[in-house]
C-alpha cells in the first residue's frame, strides 16, 4: 500500500488512448492516490501544468497534434530551472533514440509499452520520494539562506561598531 505522505500527490497523466488513462486512473486510485487529473488531449497539457500544478506527469510520447517531445520542450519554459519535476514517460515508442530525446528534453524515467503497472507504481513512488527529498533540500537551503543573511547583517553592525570605536579612541 501507499505511505500516506504520497497519496495527496498531484499526479497529471496526458495519453491520447482514453483506455490507457482508464488503466492509469484505475491502478493509481487502487494504490491510494486520491489527487489525479488525466488529459487526452495533448494540447491541454502545458496548461494543466500551470494549473494543476503536479508533482508527477505520466506522459506519452506519440499523440497527435501535439507529441510528447513537444510537451517536454514547452514545459522547460514552464517548469523553474532549480525545480524538480519528475516526468514518467510511458510509450510505445521503444527505439532507443527517442528514450534518449525524451531523457534528454527533461523526462526522468522512461517505460516502454505495454508496461507493467507494478513496475509503474514504483517508478512512480521513487521519483515522488525524489521529489520530495528535492522539496525538503530547497527548503533548507532557503532557510540557510536567511540565516546566513541574518549572520552576516549582524556582524556587519558589529564591525561597524568596532570601527567607530577605533575611530574614537584614536581622536
Same mark, same amino acid.
Do not use: D, M, S
Given at each position: 500500500m501507499l505511505d500516506d505522505s504520497y497519496k495527496n500527490a498531484a499526479i497529471l497523466i496526458v495519453d491520447d488512448q482514453e483506455a490507457n488513462v482508464d488503466i492509469l486512473v484505475g491502478? +493509481?486510485? /487502487? =494504490?491510494? @492516490?486520491? /489527487? $489525479?487529473? *488525466?488529459? %487526452?488531449?495533448?494540447?491541454?497539457?502545458? *496548461?494543466l501544468v500551470k494549473s494543476f500544478d503536479p508533482d508527477i506527469i505520466l506522459l506519452d510520447l506519440l499523440m497527435p497534434h501535439l507529441s510528447g517531445f513537444e510537451i517536454l520542450s514547452q514545459l522547460k519554459a514552464v517548469i523553474a530551472a532549480n525545480s524538480y519535476l519528475p516526468i514518467l514517460v510511458l510509450t510505445a515508442d521503444i527505439t532507443i533514440e527517442s528514450k534518449q530525446r525524451a531523457l534528454a528534453l527533461g523526462a526522468k524515467s522512461f517505460l516502454a509499452k505495454p508496461y507493467d503497472l507494478h513496475e509503474v507504481g514504483l517508478n512512480i513512488k521513487n521519483l $515522488?520520494?525524489?521529489? @520530495? $527529498?528535492? =522539496? =525538503? $533540500? !530547497? /527548503? =533548507? /537551503? %532557503? %532557510? +540557510? !539562506?536567511? #540565516?546566513? #543573511?541574518?549572520?552576516? *547583517?549582524y556582524l556587519e553592525e558589529k564591525l561597524a561598531g568596532l570601527t567607530g570605536a577605533n575611530v574614537v579612541a584614536e581622536s
Open positions: 491502478f +493509481l486510485e /487502487n =494504490q491510494g @492516490y486520491t /489527487n $489525479l487529473k *488525466a488529459t %487526452i488531449h495533448p494540447r491541454t497539457a502545458v *496548461a $515522488l520520494f525524489t521529489r @520530495y $527529498l528535492a =522539496q =525538503q $533540500l !530547497e /527548503n =533548507q /537551503n %532557503i %532557510i +540557510l !539562506e536567511e #540565516k546566513v #543573511k541574518e549572520r552576516t *547583517a
